[in-house]
């Protein structure tokens, strides 16, 4: 079996597409461009770059972007304060803060001092808990892209056994949340799971979001599995300078399942267009018009 490669690029492409459609149908009808705004703390290399894709992104989808670049020193109660003022300007739809924060910054202070109407990332506790609730709330944008990535697959996904490898409040839970809701049966594995292959093995759907490159190999996967491969990992490799795998072995993995997202090129692109579609719904909702069809 060689199993079908999951086109996250292709299918992040389509859904900016779309978010650029709604955008501009908002501005007609009802006179207002959605906004983000993205605040940066200190000189993190990978976060500027993430930064710069995402008011990249912003530009491309018709969407208002505002930038917040503060030194690396700055204090917890200042960057609380901006986020305050964020808050309260009518411009902004969305609220991000790019994680890591230095270290005397609490992050999740942080997260709970964003307004959870304006809360993009969908990490406020307030949105976790709606997730877990079933209720409607602005979803991880990680987690909301597996599940996007899945559907392309498998229509629905009642009945599957599932199992998430990861436990993080950023994918590993959130996803779990999302396929309960979408009534599988759920096991959320981890690195204290005895046997985790024989638990992996098990499973009709597989995400694995657990950071350690190509862990996962094809003897971990039952044949003809969905596997959803979230690690970013940079390996050296023959003195060519870094390359990108993921937590997935997908060269062996793929002679096992039936589909795979690879690394790259399948959940990494869809976070940034699941962050510009949180954008436009946080919008509409704080204006009471009807969510987008995204």
């Given amino acids: 079996m060689t199993a079908t490669i999951i086109d996250g690029q292709a299918v992040a492409s389509r859904l900016r597409l779309d978010v650029a459609e709604a955008a501009a149908g908002l501005r007609a009808r009802h006179r207002f461009t959605p906004g983000l705004a993205a605040i940066l703390v200190g000189d993190d290399p990978a976060s500027h770059i993430y930064v710069r894709n995402k008011r990249r992104a912003c530009a491309d989808a018709g969407l208002a972007s505002f930038e917040h670049h503060l ?51 969908g990490f406020h506790p307030a949105n976790i808990g709606r997730l877990w609730s079933g209720e409607r709330t602005l979803i991880p944008c990680t987690a909301q892209g597996c599940l996007i990535l899945l559907r392309t697959v498998c229509h629905s996904l009642a009945g599957a056994e599932a199992v998430v490898l990861g436990r993080s409040s950023i994918v590993g ?44 190999k094809g003897d971990w996967i039952k044949p003809g599995a969905i596997v959803i491969d979230v690690g970013i990992n940079r390996l050296s490799h023959n003195g060519a300078g870094p390359r990108l795998v993921g937590d997935v072995d997908t060269v062996d993995a793929a002679m096992i399942a039936g589909a795979i997202s690879p690394v790259p090129g399948g959940v990494g692109p869809m976070t940034i267009a699941c962050l510009l579609r949180n954008t436009v719904v946080a919008a509409c909702r704080r204006r009471g018009i009807s969510d987008p069809e995204l």
């Fill in 71 to 121: 030194p690396a020193d700055t204090s917890e109660a200042e960057l609380l304060n901006l986020v305050d003022r964020l808050g309260t300007d009518e411009r902004v739809d969305g609220i991000l803060v790019q994680l890591p924060l230095p270290p005397q910054i609490d992050p999740r202070r942080i997260i709970a001092g964003i307004d959870p109407a304006k809360d993009v990332d």
């Fill in 173 to 216: 839970k959130p996803v779990a949340a999302l396929l309960l809701a979408e009534s599988c049966t759920i096991t959320i594995a981890h690195s204290r799971t005895a046997d985790a292959a024989t638990v992996c093995r098990r499973a009709d759907i597989l995400v694995v979001a657990v950071g350690r490159p190509m862990l996962v």
